[in-house]
């Protein structure tokens, strides 16, 4: 034999073990017939269902108690950190009303300091902002909708009941002897970790009336009457420790 024929052979040979391999390998199509096709579905049995479909946390009827701490994000000029306390009732589900009050720390801010301390060698006098008010205290009244309610899990036997809230809030803030007016909305989500306590986090957009620094000369000394006010738009945002009664 030689080795022509011995290496025709072998390729033939090695040509079949493909073609038998992927007839082996290629994938049977099966059909089924229709009527032997099932025509319901079939709910899956789980050990406790109601942990699935009913609520893990009732708002209906009950007071919340809310301690606060926030920020005016866009108050340049003075401190804007801010601790609040909030109590809401709630007659459904979905549905509260509420009050909160805040208390500012007073004081300018750290920009404003820059200000003083780079105009203090000025022949023109230094740029005090704190002949100005800043925020000192403020309420709200507001109407809260709870819109989403749902679980996080957290662990193979731990679930958080999980909510995502809106609300409308109009009040009054205190700049000095004044007290000027803020309205606006927010939005929150708030998880809890058993069935009373609970974290927030809040995000609101005010508009509000303040009194205005630059509208008189802070060079020179200056009363409150000086200053007049305006209106701007604001942001702020809180974080809360929650106490479901």
Not at 11 to 16: A, P, Y
Request: proline share 4%; net charge neutral; with cysteine.
């Amino acid at each position: 034999m030689t080795c022509v024929e011995s290496s025709s052979r072998c390729f033939s040979f090695l040509v079949m073990l493909v073609l038998l391999a992927t007839s082996v390998a290629r994938a049977e199509e099966m059909v089924f017939a229709e009527e032997e096709l099932p025509t319901e579905a079939v709910t899956p049995r789980l050990d406790t269902p109601k942990a699935v479909l009913s609520r893990k946390l009732s708002y209906e009827k009950r007071w919340q108690a809310d301690l606060q701490g926030g920020w005016l994000l866009d108050e340049p000029f003075y401190k804007n950190q801010y601790l609040a306390v909030q109590a809401t009732y709630s007659w459904s589900e979905a549905s509260g009303v509420g009050v909160k009050y805040m208390a500012f720390g007073g004081g300018i801010s750290d920009y404003s300091k820059q200000f003083y301390n780079s105009s203090s060698s000025s022949p023109n006098g230094a740029v005090d902002f704190e002949q100005a008010k800043g925020p000192s205290s403020g309420w709200l009244a507001f109407y809260e909708r709870r819109m989403m309610y749902g679980k996080v899990s957290v662990s193979k036997h731990k679930v958080m009941p999980a909510l995502l809230t809106w609300g409308v809030e109009a009040g009054m803030m205190k700049y000095g002897t004044k007290q000027l007016p803020l309205a606006g909305g927010s939005v929150g989500n708030r998880f809890f970790l058993g069935d009373h306590f609970g974290l927030a986090l809040g995000l609101h957009a005010y508009f509000r009336q303040l009194v205005d620094p630059l509208s008189a000369n802070l060079r020179t000394t200056q009363t409150e009457s000086d200053f007049s006010t305006t209106t701007k738009l604001s942001m702020a945002l809180d974080l809360s420790l929650i106490y479901l009664f």
